[in-house]
């Protein structure tokens, strides 16, 4: 879609010339984003693009959101984007908000995830959408993060997810002061003891032109490996090869250990905006001793800050290297949005959909707790979650 020709449905109740200069206004400013807009715009307008995606909307959505789960890229491959439509907020001629949904019969669900929004944004997006969409009855966000409280419409809100996420420092030597004296003993140890073992050893940054399939691919089969020697199946089946391989390929930031220049381990984070994901961390199972996880993990988070990161996601999974790390995590919830009470009757299907994700989201926390506390139940959740 042309900027020029950008067919803004601005919200009922605004008036006509106020459309007419922002539709002007809009057309030339899109793709910079970067004048400003005229005094009648100082308060926030919004608009949408009834089953489109515009041209500007992959810069501007990693702008805002800096989020790997909020972006094109993603959701391309998710092939989430064929039927979505795009909610935009433009304040003093700058977009502020922009949100792609999807609907489906009386139900929009919101396919930005991993994001924080606010009270405010959420009301002003629901009413919007409830006013100029008439069908619509339910709205859905999933894995938002979120500070809402009571509004002018029924809500569900419900615990589903975390993200593992470190808020970097300005530089290494704070963050090696900020770790436990235990960590970085261990950090010195490993590394010691790995180079005096393997002479050969060393850490390298890849990135951008420099990544090789074949790479990507040996890190895959680690996991398969050390996944098949916890008799679990990896999560990596051939769609997860591609999706990994496309998004490492586009701004992937690899962390690689060799040993007699052959990868022994390594981490691939996923670059966005000052943000990093964690997409795979994996060894080589013969190294296990080494700890190599904690030291690739380390020079990453290391190379993040050199890069003037701002955070680094290690995302789900509360597990213990991450906090050794200083990874803290940031609860992300569910959140079902109704009309009216009796919507929310009408949507029964929708609230058990969210229950459903609360209940498993409960288990696993549990099954967590009794694998870290030895728990007499452990196995049976094991058992339960399989």
């Avoid at 515009?54 to 702008?63: H, K, L, N, Q, T």
């Avoid at 984007?81 to 999807?102: D, I, N, R």
């Avoid at 709205?139 to 970097?168: S, V, W």
Wanted: charged content about 25%.
């Amino acid at each position: 879609m042309l900027y020029n020709n950008c067919d803004l449905r601005i919200a009922q109740g605004e008036e006509t010339n106020m459309e007419t200069a922002l539709s002007s206004q809009i057309s030339e400013n899109i793709p910079g984003i970067d004048s400003t807009m005229p005094d009648t715009s100082r308060s926030p307008v919004s608009f949408h693009y009834q089953g489109e995606v515009p041209e500007f909307v992959g810069a501007e959505i990693e702008r805002l959101y800096g989020n790997l789960y909020a972006s094109l890229p993603h959701l391309t491959f998710e092939e989430r984007l064929g039927k979505a439509s795009t909610y935009v907020v433009c304040e003093q001629g700058k977009l502020t908000v922009v949100l792609l949904y999807e609907v489906s019969g009386n139900k929009v669900t919101v396919l930005n995830e991993v994001i924080d929004i606010g009270r405010t944004e959420i009301v002003r997006f629901t009413s919007y959408l409830f006013r100029e969409l008439e069908h619509v009855s339910v709205i859905f966000f999933r894995a938002i993060h979120t500070d809402i409280r009571p509004i002018p419409f029924k809500i569900q809100r419900l615990n589903y997810l975390e993200d593992m996420m470190i808020r970097l420092p300005d530089g290494e030597d704070e963050y090696a002061a900020m770790l436990s004296p235990k960590t970085r003993s261990n950090v010195r140890r490993k590394m010691k003891s790995i180079k005096s073992d393997y002479p050969s050893f060393e850490i390298r940054i890849v990135e951008k032109d420099d990544i090789q399939e074949a790479q990507i691919r040996e890190l895959i089969a680690f996991n398969h490996a050390r996944m098949s020697g916890k008799k679990k199946i990896s999560t990596f089946a051939e769609t997860e090869r591609q999706r990994l391989i496309q998004l490492t390929k586009r701004s992937g930031v690899m962390t690689l250990a060799f040993i007699d220049g052959r990868i022994c381990g390594g981490i691939i984070n996923y670059r966005i905006g000052k943000n990093y994901f964690c997409l795979m961390v994996t060894h080589d199972p013969k190294y296990n001793e080494y700890s190599l996880g904690l030291l690739c993990n380390y020079r990453a988070i290391c190379e993040a800050i050199a890069h003037h990161a701002l955070e680094l996601h290690f995302l789900w999974g509360r597990y213990h290297y991450k906090y050794a790390l200083l990874a803290l995590p940031k609860e992300l919830d569910v959140v079902a949005i109704y009309r009216s009470r009796y919507h929310f009757l009408l949507n029964a299907g929708t609230a058990v959909k969210a229950y459903g994700m609360w209940f498993r989201r409960k288990l696993s926390l549990w099954k967590h707790q009794q694998k870290q506390n030895k728990g007499v139940f452990y196995r049976v959740a094991k058992l339960a979650l399989k």
